[in-house]
């Protein structure tokens, strides 16, 4: 799809139902994905620096995101 800016309002051009109604959509999509990101860091996988190597970090992630789709299934 691509990248999403909601739109913005000021005090002269009040959003329209139409612009209101793509905001909410796109918020409803945005915290599902911030809740996700703060269950990852619950695992510290993505809270600190990864020291280790490129393939060790690519195997540990696939390993969090499957014990987190397990739990939320």
Same mark, same amino acid.
């Given at each position: !799809?691509?990248l999403? +800016?909601?739109?913005?309002?000021?005090?002269?051009?009040? /959003? !329209?139902? &139409? &612009?209101?109604?793509? #905001? /909410?959509?796109?918020?409803?999509?945005r915290?599902? +994905?911030?809740? @996700?990101?703060?269950?990852?860091? &619950?695992?510290?996988?993505?809270?600190?620096?990864?020291?280790? !190597?490129?393939?060790?970090? #690519?195997?540990?992630?696939? !390993? @969090? +995101?499957? /014990?987190? #789709?397990?739990?939320?299934?």
């Amino acid at each position: !799809t691509g990248l999403h +800016v909601p739109h913005k309002s000021s005090k002269h051009h009040p /959003l !329209t139902k &139409q &612009q209101h109604g793509e #905001n /909410l959509k796109h918020a409803r999509v945005r915290i599902l +994905v911030e809740h @996700v990101f703060a269950s990852l860091k &619950q695992f510290r996988i993505l809270a600190h620096r990864f020291r280790s !190597t490129l393939s060790d970090y #690519n195997d540990i992630f696939k !390993t @969090v +995101v499957g /014990l987190y #789709n397990l739990r939320h299934a």
